[in-house]
């Protein structure tokens, strides 16, 4: 069996493959099925006729208590279930509470469950652990079981409470870690549905270093990604069949003069019976909302110019959460989908003419808005300052970057270029089509360079996570002055060539300059167009564009 094929998902490729968890409780029967159907209806009853209320609590770790996205309120997993199930019921008052752990392993739910689940006499317990397990060295069979103690204390306290599980998303490089099939089995043991969360994000567009890359946790793509997955459950649950699908058309292109950034939604009806659909669209506040009749396998469609304040004058990304919202009461459906507007500033480099003085070239500054790390300790531009000029000649691309510093203090070797003074240059050298989507492929590249620290010592280049080994050639120079240094990055334009033929415009990009003044890791960071996120989250890069053609305005990407 091919380890990335979906049939390692299926139960009865797992039973065949993973003879690994011999439980004493694997005969006892689940729930009897015909008392589940039973709490089924009356939940959908209950939910269609209002005013309920309807609780729903969702049992897990970090990832429930909305860490990763930067507003768990709207962005988190929880949140895009909640506000995507409320749209099909609006007769009922349904809470969806979010009962996180940040840490908690399985073993650690068993003590929690009392106070956080059962106290609130929830309709719907949604559980998701795992991940904390394997951090902590437990072993898989551990987390089935203590699944199976949750479900089966939840359902002895509760007798008309529904369960779900959820997978863990893992950083494994392949699918069918131990810990997402230990889940399964937990499922199948008790008869209930799963959230996949790992398949998931699997499917769709993924970092391939993994969710949680340098200790990070999933953003607001990927919790995206599990609150839909979450719902697909619900619907599997409650036997609720699947009526209405909506997407957002994601892209990424070169605006001119006037141009305006677009929003186009797909509304489907992938059921068998016609449906009667609402859908509302818009960034942040509602702008727009239109309503469909669909006949089976119908579509819809929507397209809408988004005014961006000031487009023209773009001097660091600006990023807007697009959204849209189908729902259908008659068909209790629903379905949600966002996508984040990343509208970024453009820079055409100056045309390598033999002698390049100050004065001849073009530079772009850094300002007090490009602390991203350490504004609070921060003592001006002779503290930490910075501008950089891009210059294309016939054989390289060569990013010149001046900084101020008053106390020059470089990492040491084995330590991350980042934890002391250096410069950083990202790349995303993706097609256009596949330009700032939200995670990293081998052809976006953060190119790392540490200063020499004496006027003879050379300057040093290394990749983050040793991205994107095409990039040969490349030529790192550094010059100390009395009030900091100046770093020269060349790459190769052989280096920069994509495979579809497309030039330099549209290739992100962005410059960042890290400080450490005492020896002890990175105080400050300044980051000229994007955020502190984009060694993680590559969509709000810069752009480049060709020299000699009529410079566009801005980069407009909706991923």
């Excluded at 859908?279 to 988004?306: H, N, Q």
């Excluded at 729902?327 to 209790?332: G, N, T």
């Excluded at 300044?526 to 009529?550: F, I, K």
């Amino acid at each position: 069996m091919k380890m990335g094929s979906d049939p390692i998902y299926t139960l009865c490729g797992l039973l065949s493959i993973v003879p690994f968890l011999p439980l004493p409780f694997r005969q006892e029967q689940p729930a009897p099925k015909a008392a589940v159907q039973a709490h089924v209806q009356a939940l959908r009853e209950k939910l269609r006729r209002g005013p309920g209320p309807v609780r729903v609590v969702v049992f897990g770790d970090s990832l429930a208590a909305g860490w990763g996205p930067k507003d768990p309120k709207t962005e988190s997993y929880v949140a895009v279930f909640g506000q995507a199930l409320r749209a099909r019921y609006p007769n009922c008052a349904l809470e969806v509470i979010a009962a996180g752990g940040p840490g908690d392993a399985s073993d650690v739910a068993l003590i929690r469950v009392r106070n956080e689940v059962i106290k609130r006499r929830p309709d719907v317990v949604a559980i998701q652990f795992g991940g904390n397990d394997e951090r902590l060295g437990r072993q898989p069979d551990e987390l089935t079981d203590d699944l199976v103690k949750l479900v089966r204390t939840i359902r002895t306290a509760l007798p008309n409470t529904l369960c779900l599980l959820a997978t863990p998303p893992m950083n494994d490089a392949v699918p069918g870690s131990p810990f997402v099939r230990a889940v399964l089995f937990a499922a199948q043991s008790e008869g209930v549905p799963v959230a996949d969360f790992d398949k998931a994000l699997r499917r769709a567009d993924r970092d391939f270093r993994g969710p949680f890359c340098w200790g990070s946790h999933p953003g607001a793509y990927s919790h995206l990604l599990m609150g839909r997955e979450l719902l697909r459950a619900w619907d599997e649950l409650t036997e609720t069949p699947q009526a209405l699908s909506v997407a957002i058309e994601g892209y990424s292109e070169m605006l001119g003069a006037g141009e305006l950034p677009k929003l186009h939604v797909t509304l489907r009806n992938p059921g068998p019976a016609d449906v009667a659909a609402e859908l509302e669209y818009g960034p942040g506040l509602l702008v727009g909302r239109e309503r469909s009749d669909l006949p089976p396998a119908a579509a819809a469609e929507v397209t809408e110019k988004i005014a961006v304040p000031e487009l023209d004058r773009v001097r660091r990304t600006r990023t807007f959460r697009l959204w849209a919202l189908a729902r259908s009461v008659e068909a209790e459906a629903s379905d949600l989908d966002a996508k984040w507007l990343a509208v970024a500033p453009v820079v055409v480099p100056d045309a390598a003419a033999g002698e390049e003085t100050p004065e001849r070239l073009t530079w772009h500054t850094f300002g007090a808005d490009s602390l991203v790390k350490g504004d609070w300790s921060w003592q001006g531009d002779q503290d930490l300052g910075a501008r950089f000029a891009v210059l294309l000649g016939p054989d390289d691309l060569t990013f010149i970057v001046e900084v101020a510093d008053n106390d020059l203090d470089v990492a040491d070797e084995g330590k991350p270029a980042s934890d002391g003074d250096s410069v950083e240059v990202c790349l995303d050298l993706r097609p256009e089509a596949e330009q700032a989507k939200p995670v990293y492929s081998e052809d976006v590249v953060l190119l790392q360079v540490r200063p020499g620290v004496t006027r003879r010592e050379r300057a040093r280049w290394g990749t983050l996570d040793n991205l994107t080994p095409r990039l040969v050639g490349v030529k790192a120079e550094s010059e100390l002055r009395d009030d900091g240094y100046v770093v020269r990055l060349s790459i190769p334009r052989r280096s920069l060539a994509r495979g579809n033929g497309e030039g330099l415009t549209g290739i992100g990009f962005d410059v960042h300059v890290n400080d450490s003044d005492f020896g002890m890791g990175r105080e400050r960071q300044m980051v000229w167009a994007g955020t502190e996120d984009n060694y993680l989250n590559p969509c709000a890069l810069a752009a480049l564009a060709e020299p000699g053609e009529e410079a566009p305005v801005c980069r407009a990407s909706l991923r």
